[in-house]
């Protein structure tokens, strides 16, 4: 197996600093977008998991784009695409549309989303060599978490809606200009018809991570109003969606190396633990200090699963399927978001804002059973696994 000397560069970081523009922007928007449909644009529980759950669909569709698009015309194309249609999405909140509005917002964001991410995981893999995929895209993502934790209070400064939507056109327009002054050396491997178009074990993967993931729209659509509503916590509601954030953000920065060092495995396992401990108290919050504890611990653990798979997913697959395997793998994740998305909206409406946290914290066990058949793989696989963690070590 051969090894790459490169390491974690400017250009690099750069890739990390749009990143974080980006998702500042869908961060400042995304915590009082609950509120302002629920409340002034008169909207039901289950508009806003419909809206909310929109976005995964439209993002579903744009992987699938997306994945071939990095793969064919580079990875910097996928990502500025991604940027404008953000960009986009932050002018169509801003229309007198009302609920229309709200939609071809989050449609345009979903599209967006795909794009950027797609094409700023495979990128950033290209400039720090897979052996490094786990940590590369631990890092990558402290830039999405830095930008979601940031957002809730760049939002609340603000003081409306409104200006939180055009701070995510700003966001978008700077990030763009950031990517158009980083060069991409990406030359497109040639295909090979003897492989699978789907890269090795993604079904597994994908379902796995999709099942972790159930629990993110039940934090984005309805933490805020189900602390509000339990306890009448008032700002701890935003101050417990910021620590869940911030905690993802500092666990992938300073341990998101843990799957190029320690067996993938030990890692996403002990990630559902977290996660499951951190639902069940938010079921019943015990107060203030527990709220905020308990999103904590589920950021927390939210912050391994990803990086177990998705780096050896990576591993696995032929350069020549890299962008596709990342734009699957999130496909995967949005659509299990979608459907859980309209799933917690109608739980929250027939049961009360409970109801969602428990079906996302059911869903870890079947993300359990589904990451079992992820690393249960041939010997083959495994020792090539080790073999990359020992030559990072």
């Not at 989050?106 to 700023?120: N, P, V």
Request: glycine share 14%.
């Amino acid at each position: 197996m051969v090894f790459s000397s490169r390491s974690f560069s400017g250009r690099f970081w750069a890739l990390v600093l749009a990143t974080f523009l980006g998702f500042l922007g869908i961060g400042t928007v995304l915590p009082m977008l609950a509120p302002q449909i629920r409340y002034k644009l008169h909207g039901t529980d289950q508009d806003v998991g419909f809206v909310v759950g929109v976005f995964s669909f439209v993002a579903l569709a744009g992987r699938l784009v997306a994945g071939p698009l990095a793969d064919r015309r580079g990875r910097k194309i996928s990502f500025l695409t991604g940027l404008f249609c953000c960009g986009l999405a932050g002018v169509a909140y801003l229309l007198p549309l009302g609920l229309a509005g709200a939609y071809l917002g989050r449609i345009l964001q979903g599209f967006g989303e795909a794009c950027l991410y797609t094409g700023a995981a495979a990128w950033a893999v290209e400039v720090t060599g897979v052996e490094r995929s786990g940590r590369t895209l631990s890092y990558l993502s402290t830039g999405i978490w830095g930008g979601i934790s940031m957002g809730p209070a760049v939002g609340q400064w603000l003081g409306s809606f409104e200006r939180a939507a055009a701070m995510q056109v700003a966001s978008a327009v700077a990030a763009f200009l950031v990517v158009t002054r980083i060069h991409e050396d990406y030359h497109p491997h040639e295909h090979d018809p003897s492989r699978s178009w789907l890269p090795p074990g993604i079904i597994a993967s994908g379902l796995s991570i999709g099942f972790v993931n159930v629990h993110y729209p039940v934090v984005a659509g309805f933490l805020i109003l189900h602390l509000q509503a339990s306890g009448n916590l008032g700002q701890a509601a935003y101050t417990a969606y910021s620590a869940y954030a911030l905690m993802i953000l500092c666990s992938r920065f300073f341990l998101g190396g843990l799957p190029d060092r320690i067996r993938p495995a030990i890692v996403y396992f002990g990630g559902l633990i977290f996660m499951a401990a951190g639902l069940l108290v938010l079921v019943r919050p015990p107060g203030r200090i527990g709220a905020i504890a308990a999103t904590a611990l589920l950021g927390f653990g939210f912050s391994f699963p990803w990086g177990a798979v998705a780096s050896t997913v990576i591993r696995r697959a032929h350069p020549s399927q890299r962008g596709r395997a990342v734009g699957l793998l999130t496909g995967f994740y949005d659509l299990f978001v979608g459907v859980s998305s309209f799933g917690a909206g109608w739980l929250a409406h027939r049961f009360g804002y409970w109801a969602p946290f428990l079906m996302a914290a059911c869903a870890l066990g079947a993300a359990a059973v589904a990451g079992w058949f992820v690393f249960a793989e041939s010997p083959k696989a495994s020792r090539e696994e080790e073999a990359v963690c020992v030559e990072v070590n």
